[in-house]
T-cell receptor, first 114, second 110 residues
């Protein structure tokens, strides 16, 4: 158990819908990272938050957005969903804001868009 | 664009065999990491190699960082069914973002 929790574990929805994925980092970790894992693209970095502020952005679509709340949990919002958004979404956390801190991954949310 | 290429993509072996997984790039990385991911779980960090030529051992797993810091390898001795999983190499790109290879799916049959 990494100490990072993600809900829900599975999510099935339809095209055009909007969903919210939730992540609670390890106790004391200030950084939260979101990743998308699909069969064709592999594991891709989406976005990082550090202590409530956006720190780094990766291959995140404009239809996707994230935020980190004062209690440090984070949410990833996916809107106008397309079939191609079906994937595993992972959250990771680390203690600091610098990139060399070890990241601990949650168990992921499997999103299926029908 | 910094890319990490892993080979092979799939590996199916019998218990007791040895294997090597490779992670290659045309770019220099300050460090490379290896993760193992089991079905239904997130990746778990196994090791970080930071010095060119470095060799690190973790029980039956041996990790090596190339002298030029462009490649790494993972060698497993006497593989066991418990080693089954997806092995990912990863490194931080120049923008400080963690990028991953496509992964090697290892299956060890008893």
């Amino acid at each position: 158990d990494s100490g990072v929790t993600q809900t829900p574990k599975h999510l099935i929805t339809a095209t055009g819908q909007r969903v919210t994925l939730r992540c609670s980092p390890r106790s004391g970790d200030l950084s939260v990272y979101w990743y998308q894992q699909s069969l064709d693209q592999g594991l891709q970095f989406l976005i990082q938050y550090y202590n409530g502020e956006e720190r780094a952005k990766g291959n995140i679509l404009e239809r996707f957005s994230a935020q980190q709340f004062p209690d440090l949990h984070s949410e990833l919002n996916l809107s106008s969903l397309e079939l191609g958004d079906s994937a595993l979404y992972f959250c990771a956390s680390s203690g600091g804001g610098t990139y060399y801190n070890e990241q601990f991954f949650g168990p992921g949310t499997r999103l299926t868009v029908l | 664009t910094q890319l990490l290429e892993q080979s092979p993509q799939f590996l199916s072996i019998q218990e007791g065999e040895n294997l090597t997984v490779y992670c290659n790039s045309s770019s220099v990385f300050s460090s490379l990491q290896w993760y193992r991911q089991e079905p239904g779980e997130g990746p778990v960090l196994l090791v970080t190699v930071v010095t060119g030529g470095e060799v690190k051992k973790l029980k039956r797993l041996t990790f090596q960082f190339g002298d030029a810091r462009k490649d790494s390898s993972l060698h497993i001795t006497a593989a066991q069914p418990g080693d089954t999983g997806l092995y990912l190499c990863a490194g931080y790109n120049q923008g400080g973002k963690l990028i991953f290879g496509q992964g090697t799916e290892l299956s060890v049959k008893p």
